[in-house]
């Protein structure tokens, strides 16, 4: 779901927990500007990421299936009663075995974490042999990882801040409507035009676009460590700092540059010519206010440090500037 950074509403959800007001938050998809060092991290998993990262291996088990059956690997391409009935089983036996090994709380982090593993799991199926849904198997591993691993990086940073929210499963209903637009007109020209979903080479542009887009946003939310959350912050602490190493050396905002390709890839992958177009115009336009509105709030908690970064480091978004500061 090259899932589209549509509602200020929804974004403001998530930015680093750096400045207050509407520029507080930490950042899934929000980590613009620099990131504030706050405190110290963590560097092991809690039993909320042991559980989820156990889940998530278990639902993507399901790609083992083709073996344990001696089947095709592209199992799920063209499946009949046999693979049906072993999909089925498959999903029974997992969700029982969630239920029988967490209480309620942990169960509703294992068992997001393992619909999405399932979907991982699926994806390798279909992404095996010469499906003609291959690329969409690509698209599934890479969405549903995206997704997880918002949850588990979050673990790892800022466990005080962690919820069933840090999945982003429920993002917004203008979010799901992107992935679902994205998902039809794949479906459709698929149909219309199964060889414009052929285009191996144009889907391994967007599996690159992806791949560096997921790693630069996660190295953002790493380097801000203990200062990701998902919910607003609305006070600055005295202990805050602006960071402007590892990634933030690069761009001043590299979770929205790592969002913006990734969420562009999406559709390069698939090969959706006009998502495509519609993701980028909608991304490029969003970010562009949404730096501007940031950059007055760090110009205001920082000043000239701010500033001085703001002229030596791009915001790393094409043709965006960020605010315009006259002396």
Same mark, same amino acid.
């Given at each position: 779901?090259?899932?589209?950074p ?58 083992a ?6 089947s ?6 063209a499946p ?8 089925a ?13 967490y ?19 699926c ?14 198997? +690509?698209?599934m ?10 949850y588990?990086?979050?673990?790892i ?14 993002h ?10 994205? +998902? ?7 149909l ?5 979903k052929?285009?191996? +080479?144009?889907s ?13 946003r ?20 005295d202990?805050?700092?602006?960071v ?5 050396? +690069? ?8 969002w913006f ?16 177009v ?8 969003f ?5 501007e ?21 791009p ?7 960020g605010?315009?500061?006259e002396?």
């Amino acid at each position: 779901m090259g899932l589209l950074p549509l509602r200020r509403a929804q974004l403001s959800r998530e930015r680093c927990g750096r400045f207050p007001g509407d520029a507080g938050g930490a950042g899934a998809a929000m980590m613009a500007a620099a990131a504030i060092a706050a405190g110290p991290r963590r560097g092991w998993l809690g039993r909320e990421a042991r559980a989820s990262l156990a889940a998530f291996l278990l639902g993507a088990s399901v790609a083992a299936l083709p073996v344990v059956l001696g089947s095709p690997a592209a199992l799920l391409a063209a499946p009949g009663l046999r693979g049906r009935l072993a999909l089925a089983l498959h999903v029974a036996g997992v969700n029982a075995a969630l239920l029988l090994l967490y209480p309620r709380p942990l169960y509703k982090i294992a068992v997001r974490a393992c619909f999405l593993g399932f979907a991982f799991g699926c994806g390798l199926l279909l992404s095996t042999g010469r499906s003609a849904w291959r690329h969409f198997g +690509w698209y599934m591993c890479s969405l549903s990882l995206f997704h997880y691993s918002e949850y588990l990086v979050t673990a790892i940073n800022n466990p005080r801040s962690l919820s069933l929210d840090s999945f982003l499963l429920n993002h917004s209903f203008e979010y799901n409507l992107a992935a679902l637009s994205s +998902w039809v007109e794949f479906t459709l020209e698929k149909l219309l035009f199964p060889e414009l979903k052929q285009i191996t +080479w144009l889907s391994t542009v967007g599996l690159l676009m992806v791949i560096f887009g997921d790693c630069l946003r996660k190295a953002a939310m790493l380097t801000a460590g203990s200062n990701f959350n998902h919910i607003v912050q609305n006070e600055k602490s005295d202990t805050h700092t602006l960071v402007t190493s590892g990634v933030y050396g +690069w761009f001043r905002h590299p979770s929205y540059v790592g969002w913006f390709y990734w969420s562009i890839g999406t559709q390069v992958l698939l090969c959706n010519p006009i998502c495509m177009v519609g993701y980028a115009l909608a991304s490029w336009r969003f970010f562009r206010e949404r730096i501007e509105e940031e950059e007055i709030t760090l110009i205001h908690f920082f000043g000239e440090e701010y500033l001085e970064y703001k002229r030596k480091v791009p915001s790393g978004l094409p043709f965006i500037k960020g605010v315009k500061v006259e002396l």
